[in-house]
T-cell receptor
Framework: EPEVTQTPSHQVTQMGQEVILRCVPISNHLYFYWYRQILGQKVEFLVS????????KSEIFDDQFSVERPDGSNFTLKIRSTKLEDSAMYFC???????????FGPGTRLTVT | AQSVTQPDIHITVSEGASLELRCNYSYGATPYLFWYVQSPGQGLQLLLK??????LVQGIKGFEAEFKRSQSSFNLRKPSVHWSDAAEYFC????????????FGAGTRLTVKP
């Protein structure tokens, strides 16, 4: 069964550094999402992406975040200058056009030191 | 704005006992409703979902949930809990038809006593 994959599974970075989290959505899906889960807290929506542009974003998704679909398979989340509070699990998800269910990847744990 | 409330932060049940996890939502219409399970250090696994139709939905691992429009609830149930069910459970809502920004509840942590 096709699935969403994410790399790396765990990333450690220093405060102020840029990080790029990578996701490979399911191949025929057209909607892409990023969510964040700070340790011990709920999963929070960050951004949705369709047709090469952001369709919705939350208040968390400020100017230090950006998303990109650099080629036909990858979907990336960039954090320009990481802060300690960016430490979290980041989940990617994808959905078929006209579909109802988002399929989640296993997540990337980001640790900012 | 859509929101989800899971009133119970932590529930402990004995193995073999029945389980009910509560979920209430706030939304202008009937949203899409989901239950996910997350084991420690793992991703989100979909247990079941409700879009329309029969208000009692069956999911994986013996779980079921019932949508009650009058109570704005979507409670998760299992008749007999197994030790392997110990995990964090999240209820989520999504906008009907496009489900483009899912909102999750704070989660309920389930502990299973032997």
């Amino acid at each position: 069964e096709p699935e969403v994959t994410q790399t790396p599974s765990h990333q450690v970075t220093q405060m102020g550094q840029e990080v790029i989290l990578r996701c490979v959505p399911i191949s025929n899906h057209l909607y892409f999402y990023w969510y964040r889960q700070i340790l011990g807290q709920k999963v929070e929506f960050l951004v949705s992406f369709y047709n090469n542009e952001i369709s919705e974003k939350s208040e968390i998704f400020d100017d230090q975040f950006s998303v990109e679909r650099p080629d036909g398979s990858n979907f990336t989340l960039k954090i320009r200058s990481t802060k300690l509070e960016d430490s979290a699990m980041y989940f990617c998800a994808s959905k078929l056009r006209g579909g109802d269910e988002q399929y989640f990847g296993p997540g990337t744990r980001l640790t900012v030191t | 704005a859509q929101s989800v409330t899971q009133p119970d932060i932590h529930i402990t049940v004995s193995e073999g006992a029945s389980l009910e996890l509560r979920c209430n939502y706030s939304y202008g219409a009937t949203p899409y409703l989901f239950w996910y399970v997350q084991s420690p250090g793992q991703g989100l696994q979909l247990l079941l979902k409700y879009f329309s139709g029969d208000t009692l939905v069956q999911g994986i691992k013996g779980f079921e949930a019932e949508f009650k429009r009058s109570q704005s609830s979507f409670n998760l149930r299992k008749p007999s809990v197994h030790w392997s069910d110990a995990a964090e459970y999240f209820c989520a809502v999504g906008a009907p038809y496009n489900n483009n920004d899912m909102r999750f509840g704070a989660g309920t942590r389930l502990t299973v006593k032997p």
